[in-house]
């Protein structure tokens, strides 16, 4: 204690050898790339906050159902929001000054009446310099609206992936999450608070196995195996308890935690720590998938910085993760 600390009686203070424990105030000015998003369908404000948090560089990924009004989609609905990204890059760059790029996919959550269509056209985009990724995509166990064929859905995303591994580009794969928490279901005809999707609109399962979502990520990996494409390329968004040890220990795919809607999946700072902790940084990623349809925050990958290192993780492992695997697969960012 300081002789001369002026308090009446001892406080907190009197009892600290020292000031403050050594705190990583590096990390409050390390850059970071989110390598999924949907930020083009975010607020100007929400945008803003990526650049005031210190974000470098993101995907924008210009892939979903949830932005085409017309079910099942159509192949011109498809490129609608790839032109509709394309229009809109530039001016958001220019506004928010991070580095603002493309991920153009074929998204199988609805089904798609002419996907050859959206198939024959995306090489061309393929090779414009603002398109740094494919996807997001790969099989997924239940579609919302009209449901598509397993056999259908793998040759799709084969498609994308033997275009991907011909431009060179990485493949954002959307893993399915499994359910977590609480299984109690929300009141029939309302839905999920915080998820803009109609309810009752989902449809039976096309994946008949005991653990749909980790087959889905199994038939992807497959599928990328068929296509030629690099697992190296392959960086499985929304990482979760249910498909890290099968996609650690039998592939060579990157892992992206999805943790700007925690509530929804059940992911978060914790267990993007926990699989550091026992597989490295390596292959290891972090996203915030934020888009307009969901309750998501923007400040999700600026927090989590603050959290690994909270849950022990050390300052260099912490910008592996969250800067230089991403610059390094997706070739963005300084
Ligand atoms: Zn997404």
């Known amino acids: ?9 001892p406080t907190d203070a009197a009892h600290l050898d020292e000031r403050s424990p050594d705190v990583p105030t590096d990390l409050l000015n390390l850059p970071w790339i989110d390598v999924h998003n949907h930020a083009h369908t975010l607020s100007w404000t929400d945008r803003e906050r990526y650049a005031l948090s210190g974000c470098e560089a993101m995907v924008m990924v210009a892939s979903g159902y949830h932005w085409t009004p017309y079910k099942p989609v159509r192949a011109e609905d498809v490129r609608y929001l790839w032109d509709d990204a394309l229009n809109r890059r530039a001016a958001i760059e220019r506004n928010h000054f991070f580095e603002a790029n493309l991920g153009l996919g074929i998204h199988t959550g609805v089904r798609i009446e002419d996907p050859d269509k959206a198939l024959e056209a995306m090489a061309d985009y393929c090779a414009l310099e603002e398109v740094v990724a494919i996807g997001e995509t790969g099989v997924t166990p239940t579609q919302h609206v009209s449901s598509w064929d397993l056999d259908e859905q793998r040759a799709i995303v ?4 033997e275009l991907a591994a011909d431009h060179e580009l990485p493949v954002l794969l959307h ?18 608070p915080g998820y803009e ?21 199994k038939i992807d990996v497959e599928a990328a195996r068929d296509a030629g494409l690099d697992e190296e390329q392959v960086v499985a968004s929304h990482a979760d308890g249910n498909n890290t040890a099968y996609l650690m220990e039998e592939t060579d795919c990157y892992l992206s935690y999805t943790i700007g809607h925690s509530w929804l999946i059940g992911v978060d700072a914790a267990d993007v720590a926990d699989a550091i902790d026992e597989f490295g940084p390596e292959r290891i990623m972090v996203d915030t998938d934020c888009a307009n349809v969901l309750r998501t925050d923007p400040f999700a990958l600026k927090r989590a910085i603050l959290e690994l290192y909270r849950y022990g993780i050390d300052e260099e492992a ?3 993760v969250v800067l230089e695997n991403p610059r390094e697969v997706f070739d963005i960012g300084q």
């Open 158 to 161: 084969q498609a994308q992936m």
């Open 197 to 217: 999707k109609n309810p009752g609109l989902g449809q039976e399962p096309v994946i008949d196995a005991e653990n749909p979502a980790l087959e889905a990520v």
């Open 175 to 192: 893993t399915p999450n499994t359910s977590s928490d609480s299984d109690r279901s929300y009141r029939e005809g309302i839905g999920t």
């Open 1 to 9: 204690m300081s002789p001369t600390h002026p308090t009446k009686r």
């Open 318 to 320: 912490i910008r592996r």
